[in-house]
């Protein structure tokens, strides 16, 4: 089990700074979201600032054709001396559509397809040529002049984001590894995320335990109580944003809190997220965080995902750099502990 830190793509003096940093705090590698700013930028600042392994977490996928993304990601690999997973997702369609005026339905299967794409692509790098004609992606002409060639590490491991089960099976028969959602729990890792992903693997002659399970991990960390409750009301916060979603409402219904979801999205249509953030009561928020003083967190990561995630991400850990240098050595300390413990 390693331990990232997610962190969200930043101004690249910044990414730099913030890259050196995690790296001396002990961290095994980054995980990058794209919003604003663009995750693959920030994943080169980081390379040329840094050892680290390095993770988009997600790019959106659409937007950008599989030559694209596949020529930044060779570049990237090599960059990094072959650290660095390419983790792909579909974003929502209201983003990709208008924000991005992309084509987006059927996600799943176009996703499955801009994947196979992306790899018949980094065949073509190596010299095997390039012909893939696939449902919704073409790519038949690679001159040599415009290929980077061959690179001396090997082929990006390219990660799928999911969380319902048809995406899950699907990660599991094509990815090299599942971006967990941040919402998500030790029953729907048990009941929906083991299962569902271990059937995909089968389809492709596989095991689950081929797989890389990248896990977020919402934190309840701090010497005092009152530290504490600052990093409990972001969970809250969090939680009630992610849970609003209908498609993530199965997470609660595990959980035997139907109707969570409804509620979410009433407070949120009301523009109420104070009365968001209070559906997520102490009871529910237990199943969604790791809590205790800083000494204690690691171990009880240790406890919840071994034999789970093959990396766990602290989702916290790039909102401490950002707000509070004491924060961050307490995040160390996990760091460190999970280390030792594996």
Same mark, same amino acid.
């Given at each position: 089990? +390693?331990?990232?830190?997610?962190?969200?793509?930043?101004?690249? $003096?910044?990414?730099? =700074?913030?890259?050196?940093?995690?790296?001396?705090?002990?961290?095994?590698?980054?995980?990058?979201?794209? #919003?604003?700013?663009?995750?693959?930028?920030?994943?080169?600042?980081?390379?040329?600032?840094?050892?680290?392994?390095?993770?988009?977490?997600?790019?959106? $996928?659409?937007?950008?054709?599989?030559?694209?993304?596949?020529?930044?990601?060779?570049?990237?690999?090599?960059?990094?001396?072959?650290?660095?997973? %390419?983790? %792909?997702?579909?974003?929502?369609?209201?983003? /990709?559509?208008?924000?991005?005026?992309?084509?987006?339905?059927?996600?799943?299967?176009?996703?499955?397809?801009?994947? =196979?794409?992306?790899?018949?692509?980094?065949?073509?790098?190596?010299?095997?040529? %390039?012909?893939?004609?696939?449902?919704?992606?073409?790519?038949?002409? %690679? !001159?040599?002049?415009?290929? !980077?060639? *061959?690179?001396? /590490? !090997?082929?990006?491991?390219?990660?799928?984001?999911?969380?319902?089960?048809?995406?899950?099976?699907?990660?599991?028969?094509?990815?090299?590894?599942?971006? &967990?959602? *941040?919402?998500?729990? *030790?029953?729907?890792?048990?009941?929906?995320?083991?299962?569902?992903?271990?059937?995909? $693997? $089968?389809?492709?002659?596989?095991?689950?335990?081929? &797989?890389?399970?990248?896990? *977020?991990?919402?934190?309840?960390?701090?010497?005092?109580?009152?530290?504490? =409750?600052?990093?409990?009301?972001?969970?809250?916060?969090?939680?009630? @944003?992610?849970?609003?979603?209908?498609?993530?409402?199965?997470?609660?219904?595990?959980? #035997?809190?139907?109707?969570?979801?409804?509620?979410?999205?009433?407070?949120?249509?009301?523009?109420?997220?104070?009365?968001?953030?209070? /559906?997520?009561?102490?009871?529910?928020?237990?199943? @969604?965080?790791?809590?205790?003083?800083?000494?204690?967190?690691? !171990? =009880?990561? /240790?406890?919840?995902?071994?034999?789970?995630?093959?990396?766990?991400?602290?989702?916290?850990? #790039?909102?401490?750099?950002?707000?509070?240098?004491?924060?961050?050595?307490? @995040?160390? +300390?996990?760091?460190?502990?999970?280390?030792?413990?594996?």
């Amino acid at each position: 089990m +390693k331990i990232d830190a997610l962190v969200n793509a930043a101004p690249l $003096a910044t990414m730099q =700074k913030l890259a050196r940093d995690f790296e001396d705090a002990g961290f095994d590698g980054l995980v990058i979201t794209e #919003g604003g700013r663009t995750a693959y930028l920030s994943c080169t600042a980081a390379a040329l600032a840094s050892d680290l392994e390095l993770s988009t977490g997600v790019a959106v $996928a659409f937007p950008r054709s599989p030559m694209v993304t596949a020529s930044i990601a060779w570049e990237l690999a090599e960059a990094t001396g072959g650290k660095f997973r %390419l983790g %792909l997702g579909t974003q929502v369609r209201a983003h /990709v559509e208008r924000r991005y005026s992309s084509e987006f339905d059927p996600p799943g299967p176009r996703l499955r397809d801009y994947l =196979k794409a992306v790899r018949a692509i980094f065949a073509g790098f190596r010299g095997g040529g %390039l012909d893939y004609t696939g449902e919704y992606y073409q790519h038949t002409l %690679l !001159p040599d002049v415009w290929s !980077p060639g *061959p690179i001396a /590490v !090997p082929d990006p491991a390219i990660d799928i984001a999911a969380v319902n089960p048809w995406m899950l099976r699907m990660a599991g028969e094509w990815a090299d590894g599942v971006h &967990v959602h *941040p919402l998500n729990s *030790p029953t729907y890792l048990r009941e929906t995320v083991l299962p569902e992903v271990g059937l995909g $693997a $089968a389809q492709a002659d596989r095991t689950i335990d081929d &797989v890389s399970l990248i896990v *977020p991990c919402f934190t309840v960390a701090g010497a005092t109580e009152a530290e504490r =409750k600052g990093w409990r009301d972001w969970a809250r916060f969090q939680i009630g @944003f992610y849970g609003s979603t209908p498609n993530y409402s199965f997470i609660f219904e595990q959980l #035997g809190r139907e109707g969570t979801t409804q509620q979410l999205r009433g407070h949120q249509k009301a523009g109420d997220m104070a009365a968001m953030a209070e /559906v997520i009561d102490d009871e529910m928020l237990s199943h @969604f965080v790791v809590e205790g003083d800083w000494d204690e967190v690691g !171990p =009880k990561i /240790v406890d919840r995902y071994d034999g789970i995630a093959s990396r766990v991400v602290l989702y916290f850990a #790039g909102t401490a750099w950002g707000r509070d240098r004491s924060s961050l050595e307490g @995040f160390a +300390k996990i760091a460190e502990a999970v280390s030792a413990q594996n």
